[in-house]
């Protein structure tokens, strides 16, 4: 694996095999050095067309934006990723102002994870982390999205803060995705909680925190996981919660806590060792989750715990 920092992708790109025959293959490859004339392409093409011929997904992302493919290939991509994720923090708007944008950077952060991991110059750990940064920032991009929308219709009054949209609402990552372990067709798995009284102060008179709560919530997964003609984002699941067949989409923290103090299973515990505080009020959320580490992290365990663990990892090794 090469892994020369600043060169740029087209110089470090190795063929990842064979190319396979593909009847679509030469016309994409003569509509590429026509959108991108003088660009690395020529360089490159030796690496790309075993990739393209093999996967008609990342074919059809450079067909559909051939220049970001040109400029990915001209610059390292380290470069490429830190800009990608610069843009997309400075996106700014509400939830249909940002459809569009976040669902573009995700295809162009998919090409360019794509071709760095099977060319052969990122490995698995700077894949996944590629693949988890991208989902931090796309997240509080859509959260932002979200509270510009709650301010614009009067809900929300608190000052816009970039790093704390809804003030108390936080989000906490769970599973893969808290341990910076995405692959490509991941979904993120995100416990959502609030504070009542922050998010209390932060809501217009007689505006209830719960239901706001609860909008927001489901409007930022739809904003993520709809699929438009540009693709979608990433699927989201928020059931990682306290019994989520009983509670709504944002569980109140003293609530939160009571059900994990009172009745909270060993599964949860397991789920809790790779959360992280992600989403929202991150302040809020390592408080939280520091409250937990009684729960989490157990003085002791008896027989019946030990035989649950056990149960839990071979059912984790069957699937």
Same mark, same amino acid.
């Given at each position: 694996?090469?892994?020369?920092?600043?060169?740029?992708?087209?110089?470090?790109?190795?063929?990842?095999?064979?190319?396979?025959?593909?009847?679509?293959?030469?016309?994409?490859?003569?509509?590429?050095?026509?959108?991108?004339?003088?660009?690395?392409?020529?360089?490159?093409?030796?690496?790309?067309?075993?990739?393209?011929?093999?996967?008609?997904?990342?074919?059809?992302?450079?067909?559909?934006?051939?220049?970001?493919?040109?400029?990915?290939?001209?610059?390292?991509?380290?470069?490429?990723?830190?800009?990608?994720?610069?843009?997309?923090?400075?996106?700014?708007?509400?939830?249909?102002?940002?459809?569009?944008?976040?669902? $573009?950077?995700?295809?162009?952060?998919?090409?360019?994870?794509?071709?760095?991991?099977?060319?052969?110059?990122?490995?698995?750990?700077?894949?996944?982390?590629?693949?988890?940064?991208?989902?931090?920032?796309?997240?509080?991009?859509?959260?932002?999205?979200?509270?510009?929308?709650?301010?614009?219709?009067?809900?929300?009054?608190?000052?816009?803060?970039?790093?704390?949209?809804?003030?108390?609402?936080?989000?906490?990552?769970?599973?893969?995705?808290?341990?910076?372990?995405?692959?490509?067709?991941?979904?993120?798995?995100?416990?959502?909680?609030?504070?009542?009284?922050?998010?209390?102060?932060?809501?217009?008179?007689?505006?209830?925190? $719960?239901?706001?709560?609860?909008?927001?919530?489901?409007?930022?997964?739809?904003?993520?996981?709809?699929?438009?003609?540009?693709?979608?984002?990433?699927?989201?699941?928020?059931?990682?919660?306290?019994?989520?067949?009983?509670?709504?989409?944002?569980?109140?923290?003293?609530?939160?806590?009571?059900?994990?103090?009172?009745?909270?299973?060993?599964?949860?515990?397991?789920?809790?060792?790779?959360?992280?505080?992600?989403?929202?009020?991150?302040?809020?959320?390592?408080?939280?989750?520091?409250?937990?580490?009684?729960?989490?992290?157990?003085?002791?365990?008896?027989?019946?715990?030990?035989?649950?663990?056990?149960?839990?990892?071979?059912?984790?090794?069957?699937?």
């Amino acid at each position: 694996m090469r892994t020369t920092a600043g060169e740029a992708l087209a110089d470090r790109l190795t063929p990842c095999g064979p190319t396979l025959d593909s009847p679509g293959l030469e016309t994409l490859k003569a509509q590429l050095f026509e959108a991108c004339p003088g660009s690395p392409l020529e360089t490159a093409w030796p690496a790309l067309a075993p990739v393209f011929a093999a996967s008609p997904y990342l074919a059809s992302l450079a067909r559909r934006r051939p220049g970001a493919l040109g400029d990915m290939l001209g610059a390292s991509p380290e470069a490429t990723l830190t800009d990608i994720l610069m843009r997309t923090e400075a996106l700014t708007g509400g939830v249909e102002d940002l459809k569009q944008p976040l669902r $573009q950077a995700k295809a162009d952060l998919h090409l360019l994870t794509a071709l760095a991991d099977l060319g052969g110059v990122w490995d698995l750990v700077a894949v996944t982390a590629a693949l988890s940064r991208f989902a931090d920032t796309t997240s509080q991009a859509a959260l932002r999205a979200v509270a510009h929308d709650l301010r614009e219709r009067g809900r929300l009054i608190s000052s816009p803060d970039p790093d704390n949209p809804v003030p108390g609402l936080f989000g906490l990552a769970m599973g893969k995705h808290g341990a910076m372990e995405l692959n490509y067709s991941s979904d993120i798995d995100i416990s959502l909680f609030y504070d009542p009284e922050r998010l209390r102060g932060a809501l217009a008179d007689g505006v209830e925190p $719960q239901r706001t709560a609860d909008r927001a919530a489901q409007a930022f997964a739809a904003l993520m996981s709809e699929r438009t003609g540009d693709g979608y984002v990433f699927r989201v699941d928020l059931r990682l919660r306290p019994d989520p067949s009983s509670t709504p989409p944002v569980v109140a923290v003293p609530m939160a806590l009571d059900y994990y103090e009172g009745v909270g299973q060993n599964w949860e515990r397991a789920a809790f060792i790779k959360a992280r505080a992600m989403l929202g009020d991150i302040d809020a959320g390592r408080r939280f989750l520091e409250a937990l580490i009684p729960f989490v992290w157990r003085r002791s365990l008896d027989y019946q715990a030990i035989l649950d663990v056990q149960s839990i990892k071979r059912q984790i090794h069957v699937h």
